[in-house]
């Protein structure tokens, strides 16, 4: 099941919390790439831009997709900052369903973990399925895996980050993790706590991830229709192993 509501809740704080954890450490990996691939790119999962618009500045010609509203409402504001040729398109959609003719794109991207929000196998197989479709044949799919969720140890209501804003409001994460192991599911119970001036407001929200073997994975691409180019342990190209701390397929489609 796939829902944008947790996702809207979540756009006000999407970029703050990156900006202290992951950032754009793969943003270079992503825009070498489609350089390589050539022709048309698309995001799964754009988001609020943070991928979309640094590489549509470096001259990818990228398209990018999400379900959430308030998400693309962010991105789009940050696209107004472009150059009028540089702005990328980016529409709301279904990763599931992709809106797009066939053979339209060189390469499709999922990065940081998008799959990973796709909790069934039915969901999965239908992106992947969807991909495949839009991707011209030798066209390239790469996915980008949050690889340590599962190893996660569950906790209540620890403040994980705390900071400002640019506005000035202090924001507080408090957050709990649970597992589910049977099903490989994470689930990341989020309360953000923000104070500006004397107020104090909380948003909180409940974000569920799923964690597949490698092989699993694996497997999955090539039914879809891919064949596997790499699998990288790191944004430098380096080799994968399980405990590499991003877990990065390559595949093309036949």
């Known amino acids: ?3 944008s509501n947790a996702w809207d809740d979540y756009a006000p704080f999407y970029d703050w919390e990156n900006a202290q954890t992951f950032g754009r450490r793969d943003v270079k990996f992503w825009g070498d790439l489609a350089k390589r691939a050539g022709g048309r790119t698309l995001e799964l999962g754009c988001g609020t831009g943070r991928l979309l618009i640094p590489l549509a500045r470096r001259g990818a ?4 997709i999400d379900l959430s509203v308030a998400m693309l409402e962010r991105a789009r504001a940050r696209r107004q900052r472009l150059p009028r040729a540089r702005r990328p398109p980016m529409l709301r959609g ?3 369903h992709l809106p797009f003719r066939a053979s339209s794109f060189g390469l499709v991207i999922a990065p940081y ?3 990973q929000s796709l909790t069934t196998d039915a969901d999965l197989d239908a992106a992947l399925a969807s991909a495949a479709r839009v991707l011209k044949r030798g066209g390239w799919l790469g996915v980008d895996l949050v690889p340590d969720l599962p190893s996660w140890d569950t906790y209540r209501r620890q403040v994980r980050l705390r900071g ?3 506005t000035g409001a202090t924001v507080t994460l ?3 993790v649970r597992q589910d192991r049977r099903r490989g599911l994470t689930i990341f119970d989020e309360e953000f706590v923000r104070r500006l001036r004397g107020q104090t407001t909380r948003h909180r929200f409940s974000l569920t991830f ?3 073997s490698m092989t699993d994975t694996i497997a999955r691409i090539e039914r879809a229709g891919f064949r596997i180019e790499s699998i990288l342990g790191d944004y430098r190209g380096g080799p994968w192993d399980v405990r590499a701390d991003v877990w990065v397929v390559l595949a093309r489609k036949v």
């Not at 010609?61 to 990018?64: K, L, P, S, Y």
Request: no cysteine; charged share 35%.
């Open 94 to 96: 279904d990763v599931r």
């Open 174 to 176: 408090v957050e709990s």
């Open 210 to 212: 799923r964690t597949l």
């Open 61 to 64: 010609r990228i398209t990018g």
């Open 113 to 115: 973990g998008m799959l």
């Open 164 to 166: 400002r804003e640019r």
């Open 1 to 3: 099941m796939i829902s």
